[in-house]
């Protein structure tokens, strides 16, 4: 049967499909590759969920049946709660489940983008969220970062001559301000306040993404960019996967109702699951939630740690910044040494990781690498750098060897 | 903070969203409405899964990570094995999970359809994907339906007309061969067939939603389009809802591999979750779901026949089809019926019903309502059509009062 689909002619597919194919998928990866890519949850600690799962089955006529198009109102109360102890005015009205942030944003695209709509992001962003809005045909107007988060000083630049030029001025801005996949980046304070100004000043609507906040190792924390949100510009992007368990696939969106009902109304799945609703509500509410946060906080600090260590000992000259929390660390790598080309021979030395170039949703500014410390022990983390920094001596030697032979000749 | 999405100018959401909004949620309906509209499983019949949630809340490392991009192998599997018993040649690679058969029609759009692209649809069809469709921005060729399902003979003079003068040709027809919602109609075995053949002929996609195959009360079946499929150009839709429960959320695409791949990469929800999919692997392979279907075959063609000798008494000069399987009664109404006005006043009367208007694409051919036998018990079902019987009277008898008015005037 397979070679029958060559009988669909390339202009059946819609445009954003014709390049967009998915890996095959069914088979699992090589047994002894160390995982330093992927955002992946610590095993040994997701939490222990079979009582709150057994009582959730229970309630056969709530959890087995559709549920409602908004979520369940016990956990759209609860996520306000949640979202209050940051200082944000949430109540339930303010709520809509959804099946994870990437879920939420991916519906923003929908109510908001029509195709070629330009998108503010920073340079680098989040991999998946690139992913979501190259999919719904955005444009991108992409801002580099300090230590601050998003440049707003270039952004204003920007937005400025895109409407001095009579150009078409963008709908949305995503980012994420606290631990910023993948930079680790925590946007300051000052700056929050100044992308809702500009929000308001040139007409687009921010979309805050924020599944590392809790995950913090030092330092404190400035409030949530929705926290200074008085024009109801500004969409929360919530998910458990980071405070309890990826699997579960629930998150929300938090945003003015006006723009929660529309985005509510493309929402064709059915309702989200409402076993696992009743499951995150118990969790909320027991607390074992802010249990498991501050377990993972302790464990993730020691991952961090050996990870920085690691990398200092093995990948010389390059430059890695030390985030405060989140999952993740971005190494800038000297010039002359392709991302892409690392990361292939990484996979050959037994260790998984991801290029910088996924990061960028235009043409990245140099060469980087996004590795996560949140999935192995610090064993196999200190074990897979090792390995990367094999691959990476093996780059750097063939680099020199060259360079060698053009200053000889 | 209500006034303020007010500051959103109309034209900066997309233009599918613009006259798009869900009504307010967080309200749940009065507390004597008899439930005869939507298509919920019947709450007695809900299955116990206790002992297969706590199985899967053990199995943390596997269900609350996050789960592969195509699904657990052990769930493709199982579905492709569930399909072979309908004598689809179906293996792993054939099959993506989804959430919901639902999910897996959004993301058929996504990867097919551009704005404005014609889509070919029963007239009536589902009303969600009437919906979905609708948010695809899709254009609708819409063919009527006989005793054997979608009209062929028209559908085919319609495409040839249409490649005789140039229009743009369909990409995708979407209908549900078993158990048609609303009209509950089965298409023959020589309309599935021929839907093959025009699909090849004229190349477009026939996407097969089958949820109520299962829940058959009289007859023998035929097999699915899927089954007649040579061609590679079927995608079937299945799901758990109406065998298993809605609420878990767990539905599969089942096309070939090269379409498949090009699905998956447009599933930007970090992967169905695990946990449900181990939950749904486990009542598979333990038979609980045959018991199921089983129990729940039976109790509702009680709940069938409750409801046909209900209308027969209390909706005088309507015409219903007795349906052999499924969840739904398809009434016509006599002329001068208006459905929307039935449906609000049977809400007055007490009672929940779906107006045959939203099962159209385009503009109704008549007046009728969708009637779901499925959720209440049979005393609620005959005391829910009695309260419909009331509105229909009081509207009739309107009707004879302005009629006579009219002749003697």
Redesign the interface.
């Given at each position: 049967?397979?070679q029958?689909?060559?009988?669909?002619?390339p202009y059946?597919?819609?445009?954003?499909?014709r390049d967009?194919?998915?890996?095959?998928?069914?088979t699992t990866s090589g047994g002894d590759l160390i995982e330093l890519g992927?955002g992946?949850?610590f095993?040994d600690a997701?939490?222990?969920?079979?009582s709150?799962?057994?009582a959730?089955?229970?309630l056969?006529?709530?959890?087995?049946?559709?549920?409602?198009?908004?979520g369940l109102?016990d956990l759209?109360d609860a996520v306000a709660e949640y979202l209050r102890q940051d200082g944000i005015?949430a109540t339930?009205?303010n709520i809509l489940v959804v099946?994870?942030a990437?879920?939420g944003?991916?519906l923003a695209c929908?109510?908001?983008?029509?195709p070629e709509d330009p998108v503010i992001v920073a340079a680098p962003t989040y991999l998946?969220a690139a992913?979501?809005l190259r999919?719904a045909e955005a444009s991108f107007v992409s801002i580099p970062q300090d230590e601050e988060g998003m440049d707003t000083e270039v952004l204003r630049d920007r937005l400025q001559a895109r409407q001095d030029a009579g150009e078409s001025m963008p709908?949305l801005l995503y980012d994420m301000p606290d631990f910023h996949n993948p930079t680790g980046i925590p946007m300051s304070a000052v700056r929050r306040r100044r992308l809702v100004d500009l929000a308001?000043q040139y007409?687009f609507?921010i979309i805050e993404d924020d599944p590392y906040r809790r995950i913090r190792f030092e330092g404190e924390a400035v409030p949530p960019i929705k926290a200074f949100d008085?024009?109801?510009?500004v969409i929360g992007l919530g998910t458990i996967?980071k405070i309890l368990?990826?699997?579960?696939?629930i998150g929300w969106v938090n945003a003015?109702?006006?723009?929660v009902?529309?985005i509510?109304?493309?929402?064709?799945?059915?309702?989200?699951?409402?076993?696992?609703q009743r499951i995150v509500v118990q969790l909320l509410r027991n607390r074992k939630m802010d249990q498991h946060v501050a377990t993972l906080i302790s464990l993730l600090r020691v991952h961090r740690n050996a990870m920085i260590d690691a990398i200092h000992e093995h990948l010389p000259d390059t430059l890695v910044r030390v985030p405060n929390g989140g999952y993740f660390l971005w190494v800038r790598l000297p010039p002359g040494i392709d991302a892409d080309e690392l990361v292939r021979r990484a996979a050959k030395e037994g260790v998984s990781i991801i290029s910088g170039r996924l990061c960028f949703a235009e043409e990245p500014p140099g060469s980087f690498l996004r590795l996560a410390y949140s999935f192995s022990t610090p064993a196999d983390i200190v074990e897979g750098v090792k390995r990367l920094g094999r691959a990476y001596a093996s780059i750097r030697s063939e680099l020199e060897t060259s360079i060698n032979r053009i200053v000889r000749s």
């Open positions: 049967m397979n029958t689909v060559n009988q669909i002619p059946r597919w819609a445009k954003r499909a967009s194919v998915a890996p095959e998928g069914g992927g992946f949850d095993p997701l939490p222990d969920i079979v709150e799962a057994m959730a089955a229970e056969r006529s709530e959890t087995l049946q559709y549920g409602p198009l908004y109102n759209r005015a339930r009205e099946n994870g990437k879920h944003l991916d929908r109510v908001f983008l029509e998946m992913k979501i999919h709908k308001t007409d609507v008085e024009s109801g510009r996967s368990a990826p699997g579960l696939r003015d109702p006006a723009i009902r529309r509510a109304a493309h929402k064709s799945d059915g309702g989200s699951c409402p076993l696992l």
